[in-house]
């Protein structure tokens, strides 16, 4: 296992379709982050997972976004209706056991597009 | 708004100087990271430093944490075309909440 991955790492989808992303953990992380990156911005909180529960959500989750970790292990995002606006970069991070907010692994991203 | 602001936006400085980025926070914090991505790939975990240290150092790179002016430094000794990147600071307030970072480019 050598980082967190993310799957697919591009997704072009027209307005109004649902779309999905998977994200793989370092293994026995338990803790599981969402986050949005739009061009020349940081990274935006979306989401956090300890295990399979799902712990906090941003207010810029609408709820058209939805997220799991139905086993603990791995975790998918999905946006219904999707708009333009939710271009962007999904980034998913990982982190060990441990005091809160520890170091964060990252995987590569998914690049959404909605045209 | 977001708890980290970086600065400067960017920065451009020639090989072998010094590169130094600041960055200024909102509300009391548990620690404060710094994040590099380089274009096109994911951010990688740089320093992190706890709101009861003052200064850190690994490699080349120097945090400062300054709690009374909520406000930390990173600084790059003797850089490197490939140091050339974005660099965020990070912090723990509410949520886990990034800057919207500082551009370096480290020209040959």
């Known amino acids: 296992d050598t980082g967190v991955s993310q799957n697919p790492r591009h997704k072009i989808t027209k307005r109004g379709q649902n779309v999905t992303f998977r994200c793989d953990p370092i293994s026995e992380h338990n803790r599981l982050y969402w986050y949005r990156q739009t061009l020349g911005q940081g990274p935006e909180f979306l989401t956090y997972f300890q295990n399979e529960a799902q712990l906090e959500k941003s207010r810029l989750l609408s709820d058209r976004f939805s997220a799991e970790r139905p086993k603990g292990s791995f975790s998918t995002l999905e946006i219904q209706r999707t708009e333009q606006g939710d271009s962007a970069m999904y980034l998913c991070?990982?982190?060990?056991?441990?005091?809160?907010?520890?170091?964060?692994?990252f995987g590569p991203g998914t690049r959404l597009t909605v045209l | 708004s977001q708890q980290g602001e970086e600065d400067p936006q960017a920065l451009s400085i020639q090989e072998g100087e010094n590169a130094t980025m600041n960055c200024s926070y909102k509300?009391?914090?548990?620690?404060l990271q710094w994040y590099r991505q380089n274009s096109g790939r994911g951010l990688v975990h740089l320093i992190l430093?706890?709101?009861?240290?003052r200064e850190k150092h690994s490699g080349r790179l120097r945090v400062t944490l300054d709690t009374s002016k909520k406000s930390s430094s990173l600084l790059i000794t003797a850089s490197r075309a490939a140091d050339t990147a974005s660099y965020f600071c990070?912090?723990?307030?509410?949520?886990?909440?990034f800057g919207p970072g500082t551009r370096l480019s480290v020209l040959p």
């Open positions: 990070a912090t723990d307030g509410q949520n886990f909440v």
């Open positions: 509300t009391s914090i548990n620690n």
């Open positions: 430093i706890r709101s009861n240290e």
């Open positions: 991070a990982s982190s060990p056991v441990g005091a809160f907010y520890n170091e964060q692994f």
